[in-house]
């Protein structure tokens, strides 16, 4: 029952978060921006004009890429520091905007006012990045111990079977993806706690995330399990339609692009959808630790 209700709370927050949403999809595309752009510009002066829809619609040439030259060369060398700087600004807007989403997804929220909102990003700013890293580095860690090095070591035994190494990326990556889905619901734990404390204190957050997680994780657990096979269905009926679509006038590729964003504010909802029903969650529980120790106080006084 508090699955279902999680999730209907969660889908409400979500609505009322809408603008929150918004602001996410655009600082995303802002972001992308800062790469794409400069990227264009460049294979425009490289081809000449429209040459490069000319030379590059039915796929990537090999040959067409290497007549930029040494420019190719410079791109390609400027390639690992641009995306690098992209992870970076990615990390820091994402922890910024998620302040206050997190702010807005309360149950003591009526409505959504942008003063707020900035302000619940800038309070929330520092214990959210650092939430974010140590999550993040423990995920990864986790994938090169559980994934990586188990897929390596057996693809290098030369054990003979085709299949071993098969089976064994299919084994890990579902431990991986539980594993990983225990620490995302501690991050939203841990974010949610700190939404609604006056002080920022990430590591007593950290610190509640572990402790609500596996002290409700029954209840906790199948929510953000639903809602993962929700973005799973989604991204992969994206990829389904939008990978079979090949535009070849303007028209098409600006219809295209706005489909792309559209496709992309949904994901980001999905997303918020989580943050909703995993901070009605914690609500949920909070008024029941509540109630109990009010009846466990009336006993004593009794």
């Not at 098969?166 to 619901?185: D, E, Q, Y």
Request: glycine share 10%.
């Amino acid at each position: 029952m508090k699955i279902f209700k999680a999730l209907a709370s969660g889908f409400c927050r979500t609505l009322k978060a809408w603008k929150g949403i918004v602001l996410i999809w655009f600082g995303s595309l802002l972001t992308v921006s800062l790469i794409v752009i400069p990227m264009k510009g460049f294979l425009k002066s490289g081809f000449g004009g429209s040459m490069i829809t000319e030379r590059l619609k039915d796929g990537i040439d090999i040959e067409v890429l290497g007549d930029l030259g040494a420019g190719f060369r410079n791109l390609m060398s400027s390639l690992p520091s641009g995306l690098l700087f992209l992870v970076l600004i990615s990390i820091v807007l994402y922890a910024f905007l998620t302040g206050g989403i997190f702010d807005v997804q309360k149950g003591s929220s009526l409505k959504f006012s942008g003063s707020d909102f900035f302000r619940a990003c800038a309070k929330n700013f520092w214990p959210f990045l650092v939430i974010s890293i140590i999550v993040s580095t423990i995920i990864m860690v986790l994938f090169v111990l559980i994934f990586v090095l188990p897929v390596s070591f057996v693809a290098q035994s030369g054990s003979g079977s085709e299949k071993a190494p098969f089976m064994t990326a299919v084994i890990s990556g579902t431990i991986f993806l539980a594993l990983s889905l225990i620490f995302v619901l501690v991050a939203d734990y841990a974010r949610a706690w700190q939404a609604a404390s006056d002080k920022p204190d990430c590591f007593k957050a950290i610190g509640f995330g572990f402790t609500r997680t596996f002290g409700t994780f029954l209840s906790s657990f199948p929510v953000i399990l639903i809602i993962t096979a929700v973005q799973i269905c989604f991204t992969w009926a994206v990829f389904s339609f939008v990978g079979r679509w090949t535009p070849d006038t303007g028209g098409g590729v600006f219809l295209l692009f706005l489909l792309s964003q559209l496709l992309f504010y949904i994901k980001s909802a999905l997303k918020v959808w989580r943050y909703g029903s995993v901070t009605a969650l914690k609500e949920i529980r909070d008024i029941e630790y509540q109630e109990k120790n009010v009846v466990n106080t009336q006993n004593l006084q009794g």
